[in-house]
């Protein structure tokens, strides 16, 4: 009848209606990500707004690749005649490897693709290398630049230079369009973390005889 009441609705519907705060905050993180995100990246392509600063933008993208990192580190370990230097250069290879596979297990698990005004014509990749969350150059850049800061006496300019290089790398991503800004955001924290994981887990002669009778 005209007059009757109307029936209640479903409380999944009522749910549906009303959603969450904490929904409409991360929808609104998202956009407000998205937007940040394509605004910053004046070097995603030759045509962009600092399209010539590009190859610049991505030298620095090597610089903060695994690869080179990787493979420095190991030639350092065989050549070094010092115990105290294939401690620290063995530490930097666990910590390089670790993150390595922390950020792909992350990438594969949280599948965000890389934003769409990105070129895909990054310095050598990987399958995982499709996803963008997280920056795995953020990552390396902030548990090198801890690692280094830890372990090698540097006179305080190279100690700035070493963390500017380690922003870069971060600003870089956003600007090359790789990433979006939280995906530098976390691999920034996610790799200034990591570090603390490494020092808890320090190998040395007496803690890893076995490593060490390798060298």
């Known amino acids: 009848p005209g007059g009757a009441a109307a029936a209640p609705l479903p409380e999944e519907d009522c749910m549906k209606l009303n959603p969450s705060f904490l929904g409409i905050a991360l929808r609104s993180l998202l956009a407000i990500d998205l937007w940040a995100s394509k605004r910053l990246g004046v070097c995603a392509g030759e045509g962009s707004a600092w399209g010539s600063a590009r190859p610049l933008m991505k030298v620095i993208e090597v610089s903060g690749h695994g690869i080179p990192w990787l493979l420095g580190t190991f030639y350092g370990l065989c050549q070094s005649g010092s115990s105290a230097a294939r401690e620290v250069l063995l530490n930097l290879l666990f910590a390089l490897l670790l993150d390595l596979v922390l950020v792909a297990v992350v990438k594969g698990l949280v599948k965000r693709r890389r934003p769409t005004h990105n070129k895909m014509d990054m310095f050598v990749t990987i399958s995982v290398d499709k996803y963008s969350f997280p920056s795995g150059h953020a990552t390396r ?10 372990h090698l006496v540097l006179a305080v300019p190279l100690r700035v230079l070493v963390v500017l290089w380690a922003l870069i790398v971060g ?3 956003v600007m090359l369009g790789r990433h979006n800004v939280t995906d530098v955001l976390f691999g920034l924290v996610l790799g200034y973390v990591l570090y603390s994981v490494v020092e808890y887990c320090w190998l040395s002669p007496l803690s890893a005889p076995a490593l060490f009778a390798l060298w």
């Open 171 to 173: 600003v870089s991503r």
């Open 141 to 150: 850049a902030a548990l090198v630049c801890r690692f280094i800061l830890h």
